[in-house]
């Protein structure tokens, strides 16, 4: 069973940054697309980041110049450098992940189970 575990969130005034850092552990032999999700109460959840195992990277309009997304495919694990933020910013953000468990499989997409980013005005 694959996991996916985000951490750094929080709250942050408006101006500041964030780290936020997406761990998959369990068994599987390879990590394909990761991304950041967010959802903002009300609203719907939005992609705001991606990246390829080779490190290509898609962002949204929103986040694009503010937002940075890395990997360590050594470590299994994501980042999203969160800077500038503002009060629009605030919402779940979630890691996604494209896992292939076995060379025989197809890649399996999972989620994780959020963490909370606040930012105050």
């Known amino acids: 069973q694959v996991r996916l575990v985000e951490s750094g969130g929080g709250l942050v005034q408006a101006g500041g940054s964030l780290r936020l850092s997406c761990v998959a552990s369990?068994?599987?032999?390879?990590?394909?697309?990761m991304g950041w999700f967010r959802q903002a109460p009300g609203k719907q959840r939005e992609l705001v980041a991606s990246?390829?195992?080779?490190?290509?990277?898609n962002y949204a309009d929103s986040v694009k110049g503010r937002f940075t997304i890395s990997r360590d495919n050594a470590k299994n694990t994501m980042y999203l450098q969160m800077n500038s933020l503002n009060p629009e910013d605030t919402a779940v953000y979630y890691c996604?992940?494209?896992?292939?468990?076995?060379?025989?499989?197809?890649?399996?997409?999972?989620w994780g189970q959020g963490t909370q980013v606040t930012v105050s005005s």
């Open positions: 996604n992940a494209d896992v292939k468990i076995t060379y025989a499989d197809n890649a399996r997409n999972n």
């Open positions: 369990g068994r599987f032999i390879g990590i394909d697309v």
């Open positions: 990246i390829t195992s080779r490190g290509s990277t």
